[in-house]
């Protein structure tokens, strides 16, 4: 006769849930941390860290309602909890309820006003609402308490460059670039920032170092080009419109800028056809059918040209009917 023996089943706390959930994270397997925490929320549906973490990931997997879910749980049960406030106003954020996000940020800088992280998100909102003056009021706060943040310098930054202050701009992406010596975004912005500056040795320095960084970077080459296109080196701007037009073909702005280096280069025909594609991707382009105009009229294809001036004048481009009348009425 054989004998059964019976043992206990092994289960698992909420809190040890919580922690293998902690290890899931920690080695990259989020799907299963989630599901610690889940299991976590079963056994203890007041445990606030499991909704605490659990939040986290979904709001990193663009669940941003169900992140806003979840810090409402720890809310509830740690009204206290500053950081919860603060990310569930940035998952607010990401769905476009700045008033809720707003609230949010607030409540989490009234709980700790040594709260960097929340100023930062509020000067985020700021710069979105396109209140760039308040956004800057954020950041230069965020940076009081946070001076190693090179995000916050990159974003002020971006502010100052909005409201016309390019030096400022530089500075704040100097300290940017000095935190983290790789952003490829912060070299491109204060490239932009030294044309607007006149600088432009230094913007093609700048773009041309964001683009060894990230050989990708398509506004790099589109912005460098223009650079090298307005200090007169054609060939270089063409082959930075290629570059971004290869990452970007949809981009009429690129093939409108190459088509201007080509003119100016007299490849006329070339520059027809970039015209041409510029106007195909945007049928409003004014511009494009102006200056296609004149390669035209370079080419004696003067019929075409002269409707191509009609054409810009209807879209609005100024000059083109005066440009009609001194080359198309002789």
């Known amino acids: 006769m054989s004998i059964m023996l019976s043992f206990p ?61 979840d810090y409402d749980k720890v809310i509830r049960l740690k009204p206290l909890e500053a950081q919860s406030y603060k990310y569930r106003g940035d998952a607010k954020y990401r769905l476009q309820d700045y008033t809720g996000a707003e609230a949010d940020f607030k409540k989490a800088i009234e709980i700790n006003p040594r709260d960097g992280g929340a100023y930062k ?48 701009a530089v500075s704040d992406f100097n300290t940017s670039i000095d935190l983290y010596a790789t952003s490829a975004k912060s070299y491109n912005s204060r490239g932009a920032a030294k044309v607007k500056l006149e600088d432009y040795q230094g913007a093609v320095e700048d773009y041309s170092k964001a683009i060894a960084i990230n050989p990708a970077y398509k506004d790099a080459y589109y912005s460098r080009g223009n650079v090298k296109l307005k200090r007169k080196d054609y060939t270089g701007a063409i082959q930075d419109f290629d570059k971004s037009i290869e990452f970007n073909p949809a981009d009429a702005m690129a093939y409108f800028y ?16 970039d015209y041409s594609e510029a106007i195909n991707i945007n049928p409003t382009f004014g511009d494009a059918y102006y200056f296609r105009g004149l390669s035209r009229l370079k080419m004696n294809q003067n019929e075409l040209g002269c409707a191509d001036f009609s054409k810009a004048g209807e879209l609005g481009y100024a000059g083109a009917y005066e440009t009609m009348k001194r080359l198309c009425d002789e």
């Open 9 to 69: 089943a092994l289960t698992q706390t909420a809190d040890e849930h919580v922690k293998t959930g902690c290890n899931m994270q920690s080695s990259k397997d989020y799907e299963g941390a989630i599901a610690q925490y889940t299991k976590a929320i079963e056994l203890n549906p007041n445990l606030a860290e499991a909704y605490y973490n659990r939040g986290g990931l979904k709001f990193n997997n663009k669940d941003y309602k169900g992140a806003i879910a």
């Open 258 to 273: 190459r088509g201007n280096a080509k003119h100016m280069t007299e490849a006329y025909k070339e520059s027809i056809k």
């Open 121 to 168: 998100s509020m000067g985020d909102l700021r710069y979105t609402l396109r209140d760039y003056e308040g956004a800057i009021v954020e950041y230069d706060r965020a940076v009081q308490i946070n001076t190693v943040d090179p995000d916050v310098f990159y974003s002020r930054g971006v502010s100052k460059y909005n409201i016309g202050n390019y030096s400022g």
